[in-house]
């Protein structure tokens, strides 16, 4: 049987974000937990090689350390934590050609071999839920009218649940001006300029 006829029995639970409400705490919880989510048979699937590795090992003896300063390295921080925003951004990259950012080094260029690796998982783990956290995926409807059908083909079906919050919108530009400012050699102009015009037209405002 093919694994789509397989793992038919699988709970999907996908959280699409959106930006800015809480999807970043989600996925450090996620990714840092392997062993634990794995006893009670949930998966979060990375989607690349080394994250892979790096999640097995991370309870084994003095591998943890290990881990730690892996992490803290931007390029593996963010492949290791943030493994579905990769997947998401090289689909936006490929379908309506949106920029893949480069803190996601490990990523593959071929989004089929990046579904593979998570099957893979899916078949190694055999789990009775899959985690998806994603909020990079809140962009897929306004960048192409694929993206999510691909998403959910690739997948396989499993028995997907959506999940998604919506912040004030007010308090939701506050929190970006925020985020902004933590960045060097910045040069913002006010708040109600560059954002409130720039956004209101986007996801950001749905």
Request: glycine content about 4%; charged content about 25%; aromatic content about 14%.
């Amino acid at each position: 049987l093919s694994y789509k006829q397989t793992r038919i029995n699988v709970e999907s639970h996908i959280f699409i974000g959106g930006h800015k409400c809480g999807s970043t705490s989600l996925q450090k919880f996620f990714a840092t937990r392997f062993q634990q989510l794995k006893k009670q048979n949930f998966l979060y699937p990375y989607s690349d090689l080394d994250s892979i590795i790096l999640s097995r090992s991370a309870f084994k003896g003095d591998a943890k350390s290990s881990l730690q300063r892996s992490i803290n390295k931007r390029s593996a921080n963010k492949d290791f934590l943030e493994p579905h925003n990769g997947l998401a951004f090289r689909m936006l990259n490929q379908g309506s050609k949106v920029m893949f950012p480069p803190w996601h080094k490990n990523i593959s260029a071929d989004i089929e071999s990046i579904f593979k690796l998570i099957r893979s998982q899916l078949e190694d783990s055999r789990p009775d839920k899959l985690v998806i956290v994603s909020e990079v995926m809140s962009n897929f409807a306004f960048a192409a009218d694929n993206l999510i059908d691909d998403f959910f083909w690739n997948m396989g079906p499993l028995k997907h649940s959506v999940y998604t919050i919506l912040r004030r919108p007010d308090d939701y530009l506050q929190s970006w001006y925020g985020q902004e400012l933590c960045f060097p050699n910045q040069s913002l102009k006010p708040i109600h300029k560059r954002y409130l015009n720039h956004y209101k037209k986007t996801c950001h405002f749905d």
